[in-house]
């Protein structure tokens, strides 16, 4: 079974904090997506990657960066968290057209 | 600009019935669809998928039907369950030479016992 795994379930934060997600699959796929999920907006891309040290941005990339060092491991970094940035965040790593999801952080920026 | 729709936000259905989730999208490019399911504090799972080549995939209680002509899709499962109260979200994929996946914004099923 595919395994994505995200550092945190919840987590809270003040505004102007970097905040680091942290996703790592263990099915060696190249693929890995940051989605953000809000009511009545559904999951929208924030960046993916399609190769070590490979980023793309995606619909809302603005307020974020991402690292990818490493094959199995993608970082989502929040540089100066604001309110408006509170959401769940979901990573996933893809093959084959299906995405494979990670549990999500439930982040909340006071 | 949403390029997949999900129209109704929510659907109650009565447990034993038919539970249709419908899913519009703009793009023509698109050439594969996919269903996912979401439980609260959870990731989404993949649920069913259908290319564009075909009209309809069955996979057990769920079934997806593809009109290109309407680019339109609706998920049918029969007979709904309790434990398929989610949030469901559809999902397309387009020949654009990598795997993004566009959502929709997501439909809330609850089925009432």
């Known amino acids: 079974d595919v395994k994505v795994t995200q550092s945190s379930r919840y987590l809270v934060k003040r505004t102007g904090e970097k905040v680091f997600l942290e996703c790592v699959q263990d099915m060696d796929h190249e693929n890995m997506f940051w989605y953000r999920q809000d009511p009545g907006l559904g999951l929208r891309l924030i960046y993916f990657?399609?190769?070590?040290?490979?980023?793309e941005k995606g619909d809302i990339p603005e307020g974020y960066s991402v690292s990818r060092e490493k094959k199995e491991r993608f970082s989502l970094i929040l540089e100066s968290a604001s309110t408006n940035q509170t959401s769940m965040y979901l990573c996933?790593?893809?093959?084959?057209?299906?995405?494979?999801f990670g549990p999500g952080t439930r982040l909340t920026v006071l | 600009d949403q390029q997949v729709k999900q129209n109704s936000p929510s659907l109650s259905v009565q447990e034993g019935r038919i539970s249709i989730l419908n899913c519009d999208y703009t793009n023509s490019m698109f050439d594969y669809f996919l269903w996912y399911k979401k439980y609260p504090a959870e990731g989404p799972t993949f649920l069913i998928s259908?290319?564009?080549?075909?009209d309809k995939n069955e996979d057990g209680r769920f079934t997806v039907f593809l009109n290109k002509s309407a680019k339109h899709l609706s998920l049918h499962i029969v007979p709904s369950q309790p434990g398929d109260s989610a949030v469901y979200f559809c999902?397309?994929?387009?020949?654009?030479?990598?795997?993004?996946?566009?959502f929709g914004t997501g439909t809330r099923l609850t089925i009432i016992p």
């Open positions: 996933a790593s893809s093959l084959r057209d299906r995405e494979f």
């Open positions: 259908i290319s564009s080549i075909k």
């Open positions: 990657s399609y190769d070590v040290k490979m980023k």
């Open positions: 999902a397309a994929e387009g020949n654009f030479g990598n795997e993004k996946l566009t």
